[in-house]
């Protein structure tokens, strides 16, 4: 047959190399078609009805997220709050574009002083105000002008009383305070909460807009802790190889010493070659 042809023009030895670089050929093209997937989340591939089921049953109970969420930091909390109010429209537009279902943060029902403040001038312009909509509306449901002027007093007398964060979290319940994190070391924090992810990358994107705001992804943080030591595993390797070369070449003094690592080299690329072939 061919093969014995072949063998016999070539030679046995120029035949067994013919054979080896073919063979290192194949596993070298094969290995080149191999791809990685370090995300922890390929590890375990629920069913798209189980995963319908497990949105439905988070919307109903009202669950977030324990995995993805955003921190929010800044020196005090009045900056903290501000910072969770410019990160609101953003992720209103994300949830109208479907990227999440629902978030919470504590900005929700605790405004910043300044929000508080530009509240107050509004009510001012068009309620409380010398020609605000109160002062009709009561007249016309009987209540007299004394009650009024109480009334005018009592919103006076209310400027510059803002809602702190130490009043708010001795009412709030339980649920509300769990995403005011609080002082922590030199800076406040804070988290905002999220439900119904779809997309991971918008989120990402959203937290680069935002001085202060990171995205924390704890399953992708371990999918990158197993990149990093599938490189470092990889260039291990490749340098303990390199290392054995080395000492042969040294050991014997001949060109073609390092050609005795060449079987366990081939035998690991065949390893992976059975991976990319998988």
């Known amino acids: 047959g061919l093969p014995w042809r072949c063998w016999q023009v070539l030679g046995r030895q120029q035949a067994l190399v013919a054979v080896s670089a073919a063979a290192l050929l194949g596993v070298v093209l094969c290995t080149l078609r191999l ?3 370090d995300d922890i989340r390929t590890l375990y591939r629920p069913s798209p009805s189980l995963v319908q089921q497990e949105q439905q ?3 109903l109970a009202g669950r977030f997220s ?3 969420f955003f921190l929010i930091s800044a020196a005090d909390s009045e900056s903290l709050l501000q910072t969770e109010e410019r990160l609101q429209p953003l992720l209103e537009q994300l949830r109208r574009d479907g990227v999440i279902g629902q978030w919470s943060s504590s900005s929700r029902y605790l405004p910043s002083m300044a929000r508080q403040g530009r509240n107050y001038e509004l009510l001012n312009q068009t309620v409380y ?14 209540f007299d002008e004394a009650s009024q002027q109480t009334l005018r007093r009592e919103f006076r007398s209310s400027n510059q009383d803002y809602l702190s964060p130490g009043d708010w979290l001795a009412v709030a319940g339980d649920e509300l305070q769990l995403p005011w994190l609080g002082r922590i070391g030199s800076t406040q924090a804070s988290m905002v909460t999220l439900q119904g992810i779809t997309d991971l990358a918008p989120l990402a994107a959203v937290a680069g807009q935002i001085q202060g705001v990171q995205f924390v992804d704890r399953v992708g943080q371990i999918s990158g802790l197993l990149n990093a030591q599938r490189h470092m595993a990889s260039l291990l390797l490749a340098t303990a190889y390199a290392c054995v070369m080395l000492l042969l070449l040294l050991r014997y003094r001949r060109i073609n010493a390092p050609g005795l690592a060449v079987i366990p080299l081939l035998a690991s690329l065949f390893t992976l070659t059975l991976f990319a072939l998988a």
Not at 129 to 142: I, K, N, Q, R, S
């Open 66 to 68: 324990p995995n993805q």
């Open 57 to 59: 049953i988070q919307a």
């Open 129 to 142: 105000g010398e020609d605000g909509a109160a002062w009709p509306l009561m007249t016309a449901l009987g």
């Open 35 to 37: 791809s990685t997937a």
